[in-house]
Each structure stands twice: as C-alpha cells, then as structure tokens.
C-alpha cells in the first residue's frame, strides 16, 4: 500500500480536498514533503503554528510532561492546567478559564454560558445571540448557526433558535436589532475567514457600549486572532474594552490541539458543577505545550516583532503588485494578513495557492476572493524574503494565464 494522496479518496470521509502534496516533517517555517522538496509555510497551519514547526521550547514541554502524565479527566485537577489558568488570568482580562480542545468547543461553550447567564439573570425570555454576516465560529451546529456563512448551517435540519445576524462594522443595524431580548453579541475582533475584514475605527468599542446599553455579554471569537497573532497578546487589547467571554485555540497549542473560554468571575457562576464540560478539557499535555507557548509569546520583543514582520510581509506584497497588478488591498493585522484580489481575477485564490505550492511556498485561501497568510511569528526574515520571492513568481504564473 502506497501512503500518497489517492489513499486519502479511498480511506477518508471526503470534506476536505487536500492539496497532492503531504509534508511530513517540519523545521520553523520550512515543510518538507516525502520526495523531500521543501517549502516555506506561510500558512501556519491555519494560524495554529504560531512558533513554528518544533520549537524547542514546546517539543521539550511535551516530552517531559509525556514522561510525567497523559490524562485524567476531569474528576483531578492537574498541574499543568492551573498553572496555564493562573497565567491566563494574570494576563488577560480574565477571572476564570474553561479549557477545551478546539474553537468551536470555547465558542459552544461561551454561548451556553451567555444564554445561561441571561437565565439566571434575566430570566429565559432573555435569549437573542446576535453575529455577524460572513463571520466565522466553528463547525459544531450552535456554533456555525452563528456564523454568518448559512452555506455552511444549511441542510442540516431544524437550526438552533434566537440568532440573529447584521453586518459587521455597521454599529446601527446592531443597535437596531438589539433589545431588553438581547443575550449576548458575538464577534471576532478581524474577521479571518469572512476574507480578513477589520473593524473600522470605534466599531470594537460601539459594540461594547451597547452590550452595556442592553445588558447583553460581549462575546469575542479570538480563536484566529489570538495569542499574539495580531502584535498584542489579544486583539481586544488594541481597543480599550474588555468583554465579557473570549474564545481562544489555535496558536494556544502551537499545534497542539487545546483550547480556552475566558471570562470574568460573575458570569463564570453560571456554570455550575455539571452544567458543562468535556473529558479532554484541561488534558495535561495540551496544557503543558500551551504553557510554554504563552510564556514565549507573552513578550514584548516577540509582540513587536509580530509587527515588523507584518509590515516586511505588505511591503513585498505591495511589491510584487506594483509588478503584477493582482491585487486590490492588502489588509489585516500583525501576521494575519490577506490580499484581496481584483474583481477581473475574483474567484481564483485557490489558483494562486496551487501555483505558489508549486514555487515551494503555502499560503491560506479566505473566501474565494482573498490570499490569506497566517505564518509563524518568529519566521526568519531571510524566509519571509525567500517565501515571497517564490510568491512573487507564483502571481506571475497566475497573471500570465
Ligand atoms: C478556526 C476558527 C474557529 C473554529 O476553530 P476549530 O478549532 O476549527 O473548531 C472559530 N472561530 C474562528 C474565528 C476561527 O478562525
């Protein structure tokens, strides 16, 4: 039996079309397949990657804790999940932390606790989740009801109930659909999959100050934005506010699959023994790996330098446009990153990520219009330049027809 790309369409379920090629090992930002080509990622496996392939920091937390313990559930406590909590709290707006293993859990769970809250607060009448057109939370049918993508809640069968949704960065259509009803409003703080659309100016703190006006919780996806993704540890913290829940996964593991719910002490009493939970929830070695991703990424120089390598990552963008004229914008924040293509080449992001694995470079698609780059946030300036080099070479392939 060969171990290629056609064993995928016998074996697996097919929702995903993985790309021919299959890496099989990882050094910082470079990827080797198993002809042994190699490639420079930007992609990070979907923002996940945030240190690289192997640092060493979190390859020795996951052994040394593999040589410790495994698992326990949650009848123990365990010592790597409440020293990652008590560096969660100490650093972040949060009071309390449940731990999860990936997006859609923290968000399922922080719109239960939201509707939970408002029971108990409330009172039941008080159920109205508002979100976003276009946004994005996850697969789990609550959670991708809330997303604003009904492509992907429909044909499933009767919809979770009380969710509404308004465009993003429109302040008065929220305000219009919000009432006494309203329970929680949830967004992400720069849309990631919607095809990376900021907030405009005062939309982050609007949105604050109308939870407030309504008594509704202020729910923010930080799944993709995240652990230093943006140049802060979260993007909240570019705005000024608070919210009430936050989500957080992918870069939290570094590629380790871990997740978190942070909220604030208040509306942690909503969960009561029992009213929530998961068995892997807190897992000894997803909490060690996320450990020590926190303590490299909690740093100011590695902060700041998300941001330095932002901005070499637009300049050899704006570069290679200025030669190929494929691009409308370049947008995004920090190391998340995207670049919307013009009208005349609408549809063919995932032509311009064929060609760039074909140069030996991977980015991310958003949507069918938008390039999206999503890298480590320690990549070497020298791979930044290699990597656009070959991207450069990528668009022109794809511009030449
Ligand atoms: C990826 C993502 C999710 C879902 O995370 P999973 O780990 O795939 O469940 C939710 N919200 C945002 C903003 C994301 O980018």
Request: glycine share 10%; with cysteine.
């Amino acid at each position: 039996m060969s171990i290629d790309r056609a064993l995928f369409d016998q074996v697996m379920v097919p929702n995903y079309a993985p790309s021919a090629v299959i890496p099989v090992r990882g050094e910082g930002a470079r990827l080797w397949d198993q002809q042994g080509r190699e490639y420079i990622d930007f992609a990070g496996g979907i923002a996940v990657n945030c240190l690289g392939h192997r640092h060493p920091a979190l390859v020795d937390a996951l052994k040394q804790q593999a040589d410790k313990l495994w698992h326990l559930s949650n009848v123990y406590t365990n010592e790597p999940a409440l020293r990652l909590a008590a560096k969660i709290t100490a650093d972040t707006f949060a009071e309390r932390v449940y731990f999860c293993n990936s997006g859609a859990e923290a968000n399922e769970a922080a719109l239960k606790l939201a509707r939970r809250y408002a029971v108990d607060h409330f009172g039941a009448q008080k159920d109205q989740i508002i979100a976003f057109d276009k946004a994005f939370h996850g697969r789990t049918f609550f959670t991708v009801t809330a997303g604003g993508q009904p492509a992907y809640s429909d044909g499933f069968g009767p919809k979770p109930g009380a969710i509404d949704h308004v465009p993003y960065n429109d302040l008065e259509a929220l305000e219009a659909a919000m009432s006494e009803r309203t329970c929680a409003v949830l967004l992400e703080p720069l849309q990631g999959e919607g095809g990376l659309i900021e907030p405009v100016p005062g939309f982050i703190a609007g949105v604050r100050a109308l939870c407030d006006k309504y008594q509704a919780l202020m729910v923010l996806d930080e799944v993709q934005t995240g652990v230093g993704r943006t140049g802060a540890l979260y993007a909240y913290m570019h705005h000024d506010i608070t919210p009430d829940i936050l989500s957080s996964a992918k870069g939290l593991g570094g590629g380790f699959p871990v997740a978190a719910m942070l909220t604030t002490a208040k509306v942690a009493d909503s969960f009561k023994v029992g009213t929530h939970g998961s068995t892997y929830g807190g897992n000894p070695l997803a909490c060690a790996v996320a450990e020590a991703v926190w303590d490299e990424v909690n740093q100011v120089p590695l902060l700041q330098g998300v941001l330095t390598r932002g901005q070499r990552f637009r300049q050899h963008l704006e570069d290679i446009n200025a030669e190929h004229g494929l691009f409308e914008e370049v947008r995004g924040a920090g190391l998340l990153l995207g670049a919307a293509l013009k009208p005349a080449y609408h549809g063919r992001a995932r032509d311009v990520l064929a060609a760039a694995v074909e140069q030996g470079v991977m980015c991310l698609v958003a949507g069918p219009n938008v390039v999206r780059f999503a890298p480590s946030l320690i990549i070497a300036e020298d791979d930044i330049d290699t990597g656009m080099h070959r991207f450069g070479q990528a668009v022109a392939k794809v511009v030449a027809g």
